[in-house]
């Protein structure tokens, strides 16, 4: 997954980041990245931002990559990579001020519980971004280049994972 995230996702996540801070104005205070993977969403918005920033994934390995990309990018003590579930996190109630995700929770085994995990850590207040997709940021050209590239090589979840909707 790292490899994809530094190929072929690499403008989502600057172009993400830029969103939530400009849809949500939260740049100060705890942010929770579930299935973060490598740290690529938690280290762009630890740059354009103030928060201290969780990125946790249920990989070791993932959380393994995470550290190396957040010692390269010099944001140790900012970005803290942490290995745990998205269904049962090691966060107090009302931990964070704002809670991101991108398309991990097509993975999560209990999608209810992975949710009400969320809604537990979030601040009164907060704000969850949780979601798939490319954010509505992301250019027009890079978007298309990106489903091409997934389209050719089929890349993506497992049919048995996607949402009928």
């Known amino acids: 997954m790292d490899w994809i995230a530094r190929t072929i996702f690499q403008p989502i996540y600057p172009n993400l980041a ?21 740290g690529n969403l938690a280290i762009e918005l630890a740059k354009i931002t103030d928060l201290e920033i969780y990125s946790l994934d249920i990989d070791p390995d993932a959380t393994a990559i995470a550290e190396k990309n957040i010692d390269a990018s010099h944001l140790k003590g900012t970005v ?9 996190m090691p966060f107090s109630d009302n931990f964070a001020h704002l809670v991101v995700s991108r398309a991990s929770f097509i993975f999560w085994k209990d999608k209810v519980k992975g949710f009400k995990e969320a809604l537990r850590i979030l601040k009164p207040g907060g704000v969850a971004f949780i979601g798939t997709g490319f954010g509505n940021r992301l250019p027009p050209e890079d978007r298309e280049r990106i489903q091409t590239i997934l389209s050719e090589k089929n890349i993506g979840p497992p049919a048995e994972l996607l949402l009928n909707m």
């Open 18 to 38: 830029v969103q939530i801070k400009e849809d949500f104005g939260i740049t100060r205070g705890i942010c929770v990245d579930i299935g973060g993977g490598s």
């Open 80 to 88: 803290k990579a942490v290995t745990a579930d998205a269904q049962n």
